[in-house]
């Protein structure tokens, strides 16, 4: 099964989210125990460095500053945790797909 979005991203929100108020720690705290729940039932857990400036959709915040905090608060928590499944990936498109190749079939 393949997800775009696991527990990472959600705890990476909420710990942003916190930091400025928005929710209570109790939550980031009731989020860190799901996230150590379930981190170790994902076979791959692949965190991909953005490479573009986002656009306008509506949806998602532009700001660069937000989204710098949050690529930073994601990079934390992979390495505070250091679970075995989770992989930064870089690089290009074609460069992230060979990597990923390697890291799923070997």
């Known amino acids: 099964m393949l997800f775009d979005r696991c527990i990472l991203d959600a705890l990476s929100y909420a710990t942003d989210s916190c ?11 009731t ?8 981190m170790p039932l994902y076979d791959y857990v692949f965190y991909l460095e953005p490479i573009a400036d986002m656009s306008e959709d509506g949806v998602r915040d532009t700001n660069e500053q937000y989204r ?12 505070d945790t250091k679970f075995k499944n989770v992989f930064i990936i870089d690089g290009t498109i074609k460069e992230r797909t060979h990597k990923i190749k390697e890291i799923v079939y070997g």
Not at 68 to 79: A, G, L, M, T
Request: glycine share 10%; charged share 30%; proline share 3%.
């Open 19 to 29: 930091g400025h108020g928005h929710i209570k720690p109790s939550v980031v705290e």
């Open 31 to 38: 989020g860190v125990q799901y996230f150590e729940k379930l």
């Open 68 to 79: 710098k905090d949050v690529v930073e608060i994601y990079k934390d928590i992979i390495e």
